[in-house]
């Protein structure tokens, strides 16, 4: 592919030089960029990666398994195998994507430049979103929605500037959805005007397979959805690729958010190809059993047909139908769709009085789930907590004492039980688990340990917990922190502390890697210099400025801190801060984009 064009005018490739690789630098080290020297696309995709903190000096993406059996490789795939062909003599690799910007299949007959993007990580499996490798062909279609083309030095992240991609959507002819991004990627030096005009063209025929190989699937889903509502008169849902349906009944009972989550469910179940039958909890409180069956073609599963409906609160476990009305929930403090999930899960099992593992990393909540289940349905009955991680031999008599009781015991840690214990709670439990359902006391144990099959040792004692619920770390229900905060704040100061909406936005960056009981620590900090008043964002303790995905350890801590204490000291000025620390400035933007710190904009408007 040549530099040139017919005219001999100049393409991006060759103009996205020197000049480009300079104006790169002068972004990273937040300095003036010279209008026009780069293209305005290229320039709010740096602006979007660097508002993403993409390390810019190196390549580290997530890794997710690819389905060889979705529609667009199906559809691709032929495609891909005649592209490859007619590019077998050029340094020239396509590339398909999902619409996650997820790598599905890759086509080089290049060893070169092969090698080369296994380097670069540009190979099935791995995830080229701009949010994670910053501005490239890929990742930037998917962005933009539309094409895009990005030249050398013009990528953001370092290692890819030797390379020259052309991407383009594929989208779903019948309902525009993004299925994906088609990219053709070669040596920059080999780039020129065509790629645009190629993977245009390449994207069509994707395009027009998708049609061709969804029409059919979506003809006999369309048939057995049909078929289901002339002989059901309850809620009838089908979901297909890119097909979704629904009778009337289904939209009166479901609202927007109960559908999201019943079909989310559900399109899990029918992945595996045969029929499931659910107990889904909803997000508005109520519960619903869904009957999944899959329509099947000659050419694979292609969706299926789901009957739902509602059941009693109290009768979940029997199937009886129930009025659309909305629970209070049994949750600790949190809103958030994925916290009310869990807190209705561990709901079902105390009524229907299951004994129940709950797992979850360190300071979730776990316990403070249970209880709070207890006192939600049961106020005035008995509640204990005993921890295995205080074991000695009197424990197990303890334990035994509590659950002549019909309420609740709650036991923390059961994971840390030292093997002397193990078989001794085991015996204590098992004469209760068969007793009848209102006389059985609930039990409730939290662990803390990787997902898998259990410790071999601790086999025997996890069997008598018959359900499991995981319990989402903070992160992964980060909203909740606006509840969160004022709850912890009462406790802590009395109801004398209120927090203001910009320290409230600085906790609401943070990971809390140690989830909620770390963000009680960090409060119980702030309280302990201000007992009243508003909190502001100069009040929270430099590890409030970290939004690292890990725990650091107590050297890179102190690191941390001295490196926000000096930004604060210099008003968010990252020269200035480097030299009060005697570090380069290299060093100390590597260090922030290392440890996540987030700082508020300088006065003078300069980025963070």
């Avoid at 979103?129 to 992240?157: C, D, K, W």
């Avoid at 109290?314 to 139908?321: F, K, S, T």
């Avoid at 249970?370 to 074991?391: C, E, F, G, I, S």
Wanted: net charge neutral; hydrophobic share 40%.
């Amino acid at each position: 592919m040549a530099a040139r064009t017919e005219g001999g005018s100049r393409t991006p490739a060759v103009t996205a030089g020197e000049d480009v690789a300079r104006a790169r630098v002068s972004f990273l080290l937040d300095e003036p960029v010279r209008p026009g020297l780069v293209r305005e696309p290229i320039l709010a995709s740096w602006s979007r990666s660097l508002a993403w903190k993409v390390p810019a000096d190196h390549i580290e993406l997530p890794y997710d398994d690819v389905d060889p059996d979705s529609l667009l490789t199906r559809a691709a795939r032929p495609v891909l195998s005649d592209v490859s062909d007619q590019f077998a003599t050029e340094p020239v690799s396509v590339i398909l994507c999902d619409a996650d910007g997820v790598v599905v299949d890759r086509r080089t007959q290049d060893t070169s430049l092969g090698k080369h993007l296994d380097r670069v990580l540009l190979r099935p499996g791995f995830n080229y979103a701009e949010r994670y490798v910053g501005t490239n062909g890929i990742g930037s279609a998917l962005e933009g929605g539309g094409p895009a083309q990005v030249f050398g030095h013009e990528h953001y992240v370092e290692h890819l500037e030797d390379l020259a991609c052309a991407g383009v959507p594929v989208r779903h002819p019948g309902t525009g959805r993004v299925l994906g991004v088609v990219d053709i990627t070669c040596w920059n030096r080999h780039a020129g005007a065509m790629m645009a005009a190629a993977v245009a063209s390449i994207g069509r025929r994707i395009e027009e397979a998708v049609l061709a190989h969804s029409g059919r699937r979506e003809h006999l889903l369309l048939q057995d959805y049909l078929r289901a509502c002339r002989r059901a008169r309850g809620a009838v849902f089908a979901i297909g690729a890119d097909v979704l349906m629904m009778n009337d009944r289904a939209r009166e009972q479901f609202d927007a958010r109960d559908q999201n989550a019943l079909l989310a469910e559900a399109v899990e179940a029918l992945a595996a190809g045969r029929e499931r039958r659910l107990v889904v909890d909803l997000p508005s409180g109520l519960t619903a059993r869904v009957h999944c069956r899959p329509s099947v073609s000659e050419s694979g599963v292609g969706g299926g047909v789901l009957h739902a409906r509602l059941v009693a609160i109290n009768e979940a476990e029997r199937g009886v139908a129930a009025p659309a009305r909305a629970l209070t929930l049994p949750t600790a403090v949190g809103s958030s769709t994925t916290w009310r999930k869990c807190g209705q899960a561990v709901d079902r099992h105390f009524r229907a009085r299951e004994w129940l593992l709950l797992e979850g990393e360190p300071g979730v909540g776990k316990a403070t789930l249970a209880r709070a289940t207890h006192r939600n349905r049961t106020p005035a009955a008995h509640l204990r907590v005993l921890d295995a991680d205080a074991y000695e031999p009197q424990w197990i008599a303890e334990v035994t004492g509590e659950l002549e009781h019909a309420g609740t015991l709650v036991i923390t840690h059961l994971d840390r039980l030292p093997a002397a214990g193990v078989a001794a709670l085991a015996d204590a439990l098992e004469p209760y688990r068969e007793a009848p359902g209102v006389e059985r006391p609930w039990v409730v144990a939290t662990v803390t340990r990787a997902q898998g099959d259990p410790p071999p040792d601790l086999a025997p004692l996890f069997s008598c917990f018959p359900r499991t619920v995981e319990v989402p770390p903070l992160r992964h229900h980060i909203d909740d922190v606006a509840e969160l905060v004022p709850h912890l704040l009462a406790e802590l100061a009395r109801g004398g502390l209120t927090c203001s909406p910009e320290a409230m936005h600085v906790l609401m960056r943070n990971r809390w890697p140690g989830n909620v009981e770390q963000l009680q620590q960090v409060l119980r900090k702030v309280v302990a210099k201000r007992r009243a008043g508003v909190v502001e964002a100069r009040d929270l303790p430099p590890e409030c400025r970290v939004t690292t995905r890990r725990v650091l350890t107590p050297l890179e801590a102190i690191e941390c801190d001295a490196i926000i204490q000096a930004l604060l000291d210099t008003g968010g000025n990252k020269v200035e801060a480097a030299r009060r620390l005697g570090s380069s400035r290299a060093t100390i933007y590597r260090k922030i984009r290392e440890y996540g710190i987030a700082m508020p904009s300088p006065v003078e408007g300069t980025r963070t």
